[in-house]
């Protein structure tokens, strides 16, 4: 990446707040997001260039769509900003990201604000997770199921199990890491939730079926939420540094980007991978051009990991896809704590989405968002100890759309 983005700062709502239940909606959630995204990030709202918001389902759970004219409508300051919505399930605010990375590399705006929102929790449970089926190729998936994405991931849990085995211990570990990693995130929808010593079993009552290979615990938590970050170019950030007093190098930049797409039918990319090393092999080499972008080799060069746990099938093919183990041996980087806090490489410090929460269209913003934090050394009880490089992986649907950043502490551009 020849022109660097800098992320000068964001703002997280509250993960477990129902909006509905005290009268606002999605339209109040985008006003908070804004504003107190440019607030954080030390800017006028007449600095912001260009808006960029991420959201998958406003049609479905709000019956609102056109949410690049809501920013000005609810943030009037805003007004005559260009603004546009950007959809990709699970990674629509990771589009968002990119999109205002490409205007401000290609010098049209020095100063972004990219927001990610989502709305859950007016519909009823069993409504909302209808809604969400619209990620997925509609009546043409080719399996039979209560919940689509449980049964989904379910089935990725038994592709691993085909391909190489699979120890459900290793994902009920995955969940108790993210969710004690939740406890110290004081913006985490699981933040106050308890468990006793079966929670993290296969037990059938502490612990339920969903959907074959899919336990109540391997579940991300969709909730409502927002999450918006200001993005500048260097000649921005270098002037904002002078005028807030800061150092340029006290701000976290994109050092790298990997973006790849596949099909919509999970079962189509089994087929497509059957004889390769990788379950997912686009998912690797997005990964492996964030990397190359950012001018690193491989995991190695990361600090720490914000990865999509939609369910903990999602990490545990993370894990191998991003090179922590080879292909096949997630289960080894579970066993020796390498994803646990204090390992070799902590992953979802944030609690990720089964214990932060998955505001969906608001995932890939929240990610990058933390990942920014824990550069900058401002991820409070979350930080792990030095970091200086976090890579963020964030997927849609069943692995059809796939981003993945590189964040370092800013330096001198």
Known sequence: MNSPVYILGGHQTDFA????????????????????????????ASDIQSIHVGNAFGELQRRQAHLGAM?????????????MRHEGACASSSLAVLSSMAEIEAGRYDCVLVLGVEEFKNLPGNE???????????DREGFDCTFMWPAAFGRVAQEYGKRYGLDRRHLNRIAEINYGNAKRNPLAQTRAWRFDELSFTDDDQANPLIEPGTRRQDCGQITDGGCGVVLASARFAQAHARRTGQGLDQLARIAGWGHRNAGLRLLDKFERSRDQPYVFPHLRTAIEDAWRRAGVQDVRSMDGIETHDCFTTTEY?????????????SWRAVEDGTIAPGGACPVNMSGG????????????????????????????DCQIEGARRIQTLNIGGSCATV???????????
């Open 353 to 380: 989405l089964i214990g932060c929460g998955h505001p969906v269209g608001a995932t890939g913003s929240r990610m990058l968002f933390d990942a920014a934090r824990q550069v900058a050394g401002k991820a409070g």
């Open 17 to 44: 707040k129902a909006w509905a239940r005290q009268g606002q909606d999605i339209s109040d959630m985008t006003r908070e997001t804004a504003l107190g995204a440019i607030e954080a990030s030390r800017v006028d």
């Open 128 to 138: 909302a997770s209808v809604n969400q089926n619209a990620a997925a190729w509609q």
């Open 403 to 413: 981003v993945s950043f590189v964040v370092e502490g800013g330096q001198p551009a």
């Open 71 to 83: 920013v000005a409508q609810v943030a009037p300051e805003l007004w005559g900003v260009p603004a």
């Open 317 to 329: 093919v993370a894990i191998d896809h991003l090179g922590l183990t080879p292909p096949g041996q």
